[in-house]
Protein backbone atom coordinates (compact mmCIF):
# COMPACT_ATOMS: atom_id res chain seq x y z
CA UNK A 1 0.00 0.00 0.00
CA UNK A 2 1.12 3.44 -1.25
CA UNK A 3 1.53 6.09 1.92
CA UNK A 4 0.88 9.60 2.12
CA UNK A 5 2.03 11.49 4.54
CA UNK A 6 1.06 15.24 5.41
CA UNK A 7 0.45 15.64 1.43
CA UNK A 8 -1.50 18.49 0.19
CA UNK A 9 -4.08 16.62 -2.15
CA UNK A 10 -6.71 19.40 -2.68
CA UNK A 11 -8.00 18.77 -6.08
CA UNK A 12 -6.95 15.24 -7.01
CA UNK A 13 -9.23 13.23 -9.05
CA UNK A 14 -8.98 9.94 -9.00
CA UNK A 15 -11.00 8.15 -12.33
CA UNK A 16 -10.72 5.00 -12.80
CA UNK A 17 -8.91 3.72 -9.86
CA UNK A 18 -9.47 0.58 -7.45
CA UNK A 19 -8.88 2.27 -4.11
CA UNK A 20 -10.05 -1.29 -1.95
CA UNK A 21 -8.43 -1.31 1.04
CA UNK A 22 -7.40 2.75 0.83
CA UNK A 23 -7.10 3.97 4.59
CA UNK A 24 -7.74 7.72 4.97
CA UNK A 25 -6.47 8.34 8.44
CA UNK A 26 -6.59 11.97 10.24
CA UNK A 27 -7.83 13.32 6.56
CA UNK A 28 -9.90 16.78 5.67
CA UNK A 29 -12.08 15.91 3.26
CA UNK A 30 -14.51 19.00 2.69
CA UNK A 31 -16.29 19.32 -0.57
CA UNK A 32 -15.80 15.67 -1.92
CA UNK A 33 -17.04 13.75 -4.29
CA UNK A 34 -17.31 9.55 -4.56
CA UNK A 35 -19.07 8.03 -7.36
CA UNK A 36 -18.45 4.48 -8.32
CA UNK A 37 -18.80 1.03 -7.29
CA UNK A 38 -18.78 1.78 -3.10
CA UNK A 39 -18.83 -1.42 -0.75
CA UNK A 40 -18.01 -1.45 3.02
CA UNK A 41 -17.32 2.14 3.43
CA UNK A 42 -16.58 3.28 7.03
CA UNK A 43 -16.90 6.69 7.97
CA UNK A 44 -15.71 7.91 11.35
CA UNK A 45 -16.12 4.53 12.62
CA UNK A 46 -20.15 4.39 10.94
CA UNK A 47 -20.54 2.14 7.83
CA UNK A 48 -22.44 3.97 5.80
CA UNK A 49 -22.82 2.11 2.39
CA UNK A 50 -26.32 0.88 3.77
CA UNK A 51 -27.80 4.08 4.24
CA UNK A 52 -26.53 5.70 0.82
CA UNK A 53 -28.34 2.70 -1.21
CA UNK A 54 -31.96 2.90 0.62
CA UNK A 55 -31.33 6.16 -0.09
CA UNK A 56 -30.66 5.68 -3.69
CA UNK A 57 -33.39 3.04 -3.59
CA UNK A 58 -35.74 5.82 -2.38
CA UNK A 59 -34.78 8.12 -5.01
CA UNK A 60 -34.97 5.68 -7.95
CA UNK A 61 -37.40 2.93 -6.92
CA UNK A 62 -36.22 1.27 -10.14
CA UNK A 63 -33.07 -0.10 -8.79
CA UNK A 64 -35.20 -2.47 -6.62
CA UNK A 65 -37.24 -3.92 -10.13
CA UNK A 66 -33.65 -3.94 -11.67
CA UNK A 67 -32.35 -6.48 -8.55
CA UNK A 68 -35.49 -8.03 -8.72
CA UNK A 69 -35.47 -12.05 -9.97
CA UNK A 70 -39.14 -11.93 -10.97
CA UNK A 71 -39.44 -11.52 -15.22
CA UNK A 72 -42.55 -9.02 -14.68
CA UNK A 73 -40.28 -6.76 -12.22
CA UNK A 74 -37.47 -7.04 -15.26
CA UNK A 75 -39.63 -5.98 -17.69
CA UNK A 76 -41.48 -2.65 -15.66
CA UNK A 77 -37.53 -2.43 -14.79
CA UNK A 78 -36.71 -2.19 -18.57
CA UNK A 79 -40.12 -0.05 -19.51
CA UNK A 80 -39.21 2.86 -16.59
CA UNK A 81 -35.55 2.68 -18.21
CA UNK A 82 -36.88 3.32 -21.91
CA UNK A 83 -39.50 6.34 -20.58
CA UNK A 84 -36.68 8.30 -18.78
CA UNK A 85 -34.19 7.87 -22.08
CA UNK A 86 -36.58 9.06 -23.87
CA UNK A 87 -37.08 12.17 -21.70
CA UNK A 88 -33.89 12.98 -21.63
CA UNK A 89 -33.35 12.97 -25.30
CA UNK A 90 -36.37 15.18 -25.96
CA UNK A 91 -34.65 17.61 -23.12
CA UNK A 92 -31.54 16.87 -25.43
CA UNK A 93 -33.64 18.41 -28.47
CA UNK A 94 -34.34 21.74 -27.11
CA UNK A 95 -30.86 22.82 -26.77
CA UNK A 96 -29.27 22.45 -30.00
CA UNK A 97 -25.59 20.75 -29.58
CA UNK A 98 -25.97 20.58 -26.27
CA UNK A 99 -25.79 16.50 -27.24
CA UNK A 100 -21.95 16.94 -28.02
CA UNK A 101 -20.48 19.11 -24.88
CA UNK A 102 -18.44 17.33 -22.86
CA UNK A 103 -18.41 18.17 -19.24
CA UNK A 104 -15.55 17.86 -16.48
CA UNK A 105 -13.84 14.96 -19.24
CA UNK A 106 -17.03 12.83 -18.96
CA UNK A 107 -18.06 11.21 -22.23
CA UNK A 108 -20.89 13.80 -24.39
CA UNK A 109 -24.44 12.74 -24.73
CA UNK A 110 -23.89 11.41 -27.65
CA UNK A 111 -20.68 9.07 -26.70
CA UNK A 112 -23.07 8.02 -23.51
CA UNK A 113 -26.38 6.62 -25.71
CA UNK A 114 -23.05 4.98 -28.26
CA UNK A 115 -21.78 3.03 -25.25
CA UNK A 116 -24.88 1.65 -24.17
CA UNK A 117 -25.12 0.29 -27.84
CA UNK A 118 -22.10 -1.30 -27.15
CA UNK A 119 -23.25 -2.78 -23.68
CA UNK A 120 -26.35 -4.11 -25.50
CA UNK A 121 -24.54 -6.03 -28.11
CA UNK A 122 -21.94 -7.41 -26.00
CA UNK A 123 -23.76 -8.02 -22.40
CA UNK A 124 -27.36 -9.04 -24.15
CA UNK A 125 -26.68 -10.24 -27.46
CA UNK A 126 -23.74 -12.21 -26.86
CA UNK A 127 -24.26 -12.95 -23.23
CA UNK A 128 -27.95 -13.50 -23.05
CA UNK A 129 -28.84 -14.50 -26.68
CA UNK A 130 -25.09 -16.51 -27.49
CA UNK A 131 -24.99 -14.13 -30.15
CA UNK A 132 -21.46 -14.30 -32.85
CA UNK A 133 -22.51 -11.50 -34.68
CA UNK A 134 -20.15 -8.25 -35.06
CA UNK A 135 -21.10 -5.04 -32.87
CA UNK A 136 -22.81 -2.36 -34.39
CA UNK A 137 -20.09 -0.05 -35.40
CA UNK A 138 -21.40 3.19 -33.88
CA UNK A 139 -20.61 1.39 -30.36
CA UNK A 140 -17.91 2.71 -27.93
CA UNK A 141 -16.87 0.03 -26.31
CA UNK A 142 -14.49 -0.49 -22.90
CA UNK A 143 -11.16 1.86 -22.95
CA UNK A 144 -9.23 -1.85 -22.08
CA UNK A 145 -7.14 -2.93 -25.19
CA UNK A 146 -7.65 -4.61 -27.42
CA UNK A 147 -11.22 -4.49 -27.31
CA UNK A 148 -11.97 -0.69 -27.93
CA UNK A 149 -11.86 -1.20 -31.52
CA UNK A 150 -12.74 -4.75 -32.27
CA UNK A 151 -15.56 -7.07 -33.41
CA UNK A 152 -16.90 -4.42 -35.97
CA UNK A 153 -16.63 -1.55 -33.80
CA UNK A 154 -15.43 1.96 -35.93
CA UNK A 155 -14.31 3.98 -33.74
CA UNK A 156 -14.21 6.60 -36.76
CA UNK A 157 -17.76 7.16 -37.19
CA UNK A 158 -19.48 10.56 -36.06
CA UNK A 159 -23.40 9.42 -36.31
CA UNK A 160 -25.86 11.97 -35.66
CA UNK A 161 -28.59 11.92 -32.54
CA UNK A 162 -31.18 10.95 -34.80
CA UNK A 163 -29.28 7.64 -35.66
CA UNK A 164 -27.98 6.90 -32.54
CA UNK A 165 -31.66 7.23 -30.85
CA UNK A 166 -33.12 4.79 -34.14
CA UNK A 167 -30.56 1.95 -33.14
CA UNK A 168 -31.07 2.24 -29.41
CA UNK A 169 -34.84 2.45 -29.96
CA UNK A 170 -34.57 -0.82 -31.87
CA UNK A 171 -32.22 -2.60 -29.14
CA UNK A 172 -34.84 -1.46 -26.73
CA UNK A 173 -37.35 -3.15 -28.75
CA UNK A 174 -35.36 -6.12 -28.77
CA UNK A 175 -34.79 -6.39 -25.52
CA UNK A 176 -38.53 -5.73 -24.00
CA UNK A 177 -39.78 -8.56 -26.71
CA UNK A 178 -37.21 -10.92 -25.31
CA UNK A 179 -38.64 -9.89 -21.47
CA UNK A 180 -42.20 -10.62 -22.46
CA UNK A 181 -40.98 -14.24 -23.17
CA UNK A 182 -38.47 -15.23 -21.03
CA UNK A 183 -38.73 -17.13 -17.86
CA UNK A 184 -37.57 -17.44 -14.49
CA UNK A 185 -36.02 -20.76 -15.53
CA UNK A 186 -34.09 -19.39 -18.33
CA UNK A 187 -32.81 -16.33 -16.08
CA UNK A 188 -31.58 -18.68 -13.93
CA UNK A 189 -29.57 -20.58 -16.29
CA UNK A 190 -25.73 -20.07 -17.26
CA UNK A 191 -25.63 -17.70 -20.07
CA UNK A 192 -24.54 -18.93 -23.53
CA UNK A 193 -21.52 -16.67 -23.41
CA UNK A 194 -19.45 -17.64 -26.88
CA UNK A 195 -16.29 -19.15 -26.55
CA UNK A 196 -14.11 -16.74 -28.21
CA UNK A 197 -12.13 -13.40 -27.41
CA UNK A 198 -14.78 -11.03 -27.60
CA UNK A 199 -15.99 -8.86 -25.03
CA UNK A 200 -17.01 -9.37 -22.05
CA UNK A 201 -14.64 -12.42 -21.38
CA UNK A 202 -15.40 -12.49 -17.68
CA UNK A 203 -19.14 -13.12 -18.30
CA UNK A 204 -18.41 -16.74 -18.59
CA UNK A 205 -20.07 -18.19 -15.61
CA UNK A 206 -22.61 -15.96 -14.99
CA UNK A 207 -26.42 -16.43 -15.04
CA UNK A 208 -28.19 -14.89 -17.74
CA UNK A 209 -30.23 -12.91 -15.00
CA UNK A 210 -26.75 -11.82 -13.91
CA UNK A 211 -25.78 -10.68 -17.44
CA UNK A 212 -28.83 -8.93 -18.21
CA UNK A 213 -28.53 -7.41 -14.72
CA UNK A 214 -25.26 -5.50 -16.00
CA UNK A 215 -27.16 -4.24 -19.03
CA UNK A 216 -30.10 -2.61 -17.22
CA UNK A 217 -27.57 -1.14 -14.87
CA UNK A 218 -25.25 0.36 -16.88
CA UNK A 219 -28.73 1.85 -18.68
CA UNK A 220 -29.77 3.13 -15.38
CA UNK A 221 -26.33 4.24 -14.57
CA UNK A 222 -25.29 6.39 -17.34
CA UNK A 223 -29.16 7.69 -17.61
CA UNK A 224 -27.49 9.42 -14.13
CA UNK A 225 -24.43 10.45 -15.50
CA UNK A 226 -26.05 11.90 -18.30
CA UNK A 227 -28.65 13.96 -16.68
CA UNK A 228 -25.76 15.05 -14.39
CA UNK A 229 -23.97 16.78 -17.43
CA UNK A 230 -26.90 17.90 -18.83
CA UNK A 231 -27.66 20.22 -15.70
CA UNK A 232 -24.15 20.93 -15.19
CA UNK A 233 -24.30 22.42 -18.94
CA UNK A 234 -27.18 24.27 -18.72
CA UNK A 235 -26.22 25.88 -15.57
CA UNK A 236 -23.22 27.45 -17.25
CA UNK A 237 -25.38 28.43 -19.80
CA UNK A 238 -27.46 30.18 -17.69
CA UNK A 239 -24.54 31.96 -15.66
Known amino acids: MTRYDDEDLRGAEFRECDLTGARLIGVVMQDAVIDGLITNLVVNGVEVTEYVEAELDRRHPVRVLIRSEEPADLREASRQLRAGWAATIERIRRTSGIEHRSVNDEWSALQTMR ?3 F ?18 PMGIGTTVEPYRGSHGLDLSLDPALDEIVSVRDAQAAELEAWLDEVTAEQLAARAPVPDDDVWPPY ?8 CLRTVLNETFEHHGFCVRDLDLSEAQDAE
Open 115 to 117: HLV
Open 119 to 136: VHDSWFRRCCLGSTELFT
Open 203 to 210: ARGRSVRQ
